[in-house]
């Protein structure tokens, strides 16, 4: 009789899996409101708007990941932030739109199911939905032994919004000499880790025990979600970018209309001790670091310049830094001074 091979055998196990699914559903539950239907463990989740009171709704969605970031996470054991980094990574995308974020779902793929070592993922995505103010309403666990090694996993992300019709950010608005304000980045976010690891990881282990350096090249991806909302209702936004893969350079023209382009004030933007690092060991030149990088700038809104002084004092309240990095020209190109 040829012995039996199972699930488990072949590298899955099916009831971690379910064990997983229970641990994490007292978290999961933190992000839940009155607009969730049934429960997170079914086969699909169901989400009202009837609550959104809107009069012309319309839902908007996005997705991403959180790229080689994740391998820098793993080496050094910070992998918590991780999950705020995928949540952060879709719904400040989803914000450009003038949308506030609803609910999310997350994608945790991995070799081995490890249940205290990636519950620690699914509780930064808790935090990172709660720092949003949407629920987490799902999402899907893969142990794919041979497609993943060790430790390795990967993250994926999909959140969904909602916003008025009437609301949505309309490029059409910008006329020309509005001015472009830049707010604070907590650092890379999630952007430019395959640079990273080569100038500082990959070739020098030390770097795996400093501190300073793991603690400023891993800090989570600030979220804009609160910030925005307080913005949009005391000041009419006509643009706004979140600044990810690409830099300055890339981002910041989306929301543009054709014809149109930008001013950048290279002197405005922060000075950043790990981009300086990053520049000096690349070798790079200002135009390559902010192709790839924020720079400290997280995250961009375009305004007419009277309401500036009214943006100032809304940032103030909130302890944001933000910089009057330039302006946009009716010219279609990126022009830095």
Do not use: W
């Not at 907590?186 to 793991?214: D, E, M, Q, T, V």
């Not at 009057?324 to 010219?331: A, S």
């Amino acid at each position: 009789m040829k012995p039996k091979i199972t699930y488990k055998d072949s590298g899955v196990n099916i009831k971690a899996g379910n064990d997983f699914v229970s641990k994490i559903q007292p978290y999961v539950r933190k992000t839940l409101n009155r607009n969730v239907l049934g429960n997170t463990t079914s086969f699909a989740a169901a989400y009202s708007i009837d609550q959104e009171k809107i009069k012309n709704p319309v839902l908007v969605s996005c997705t991403d990941g959180v790229g080689t970031k994740i391998e820098v996470g793993i080496k050094t054991n910070k992998i918590k932030g991780l999950g705020i980094d995928l949540v952060a990574m879709s719904v400040n995308d989803l914000i450009c739109t003038g949308a506030k974020p609803l609910f999310f779902l997350d994608y945790l793929a991995t070799s081995k199911l490890n249940l205290n070592y990636h519950s620690e993922i699914i509780k930064g995505i808790v935090d990172g939905c709660r720092l949003s103010s949407c629920s987490l309403v799902g999402g899907e666990t893969a142990e794919m032994p041979g497609m993943y090694k060790g430790k390795d996993f990967d993250l994926a992300g999909f959140a969904v919004g909602i916003v008025d019709r009437k609301k949505i950010i309309d490029p059409k608005k910008i006329k020309g000499n509005e001015i472009l304000v830049g707010i604070s980045s907590s650092g890379p976010h999630s952007n430019g880790y395959s640079l990273i690891r080569k100038l500082f990881f990959n070739r020098n282990i030390r770097n795996l025990n400093n501190s300073a350096l793991i603690n400023s090249v891993m800090k989570p991806t600030k979220i804009y979600v609160d910030l925005i909302s307080s913005i949009q209702k005391k000041i009419s936004i006509k643009g706004m970018a979140h600044i990810t893969g690409g830099g300055l350079i890339e981002n910041i023209p989306r929301f543009l209309p054709k014809g149109m382009g930008v001013e950048l004030i290279e002197k405005k933007l922060p000075k950043v001790k790990l981009f300086k690092e990053i520049q000096a060991k690349s070798g790079l030149d200002f135009n390559e670091m902010i192709r790839i990088f924020n720079m400290g700038i997280g995250f961009v809104i375009c305004i007419n310049s009277k309401d500036l002084e009214r943006l100032e004092k809304i940032l103030k309240l909130k302890k944001e830094k933000a910089y009057l990095i330039g302006r946009v020209i009716k010219k279609s190109e990126f022009r830095i001074i």
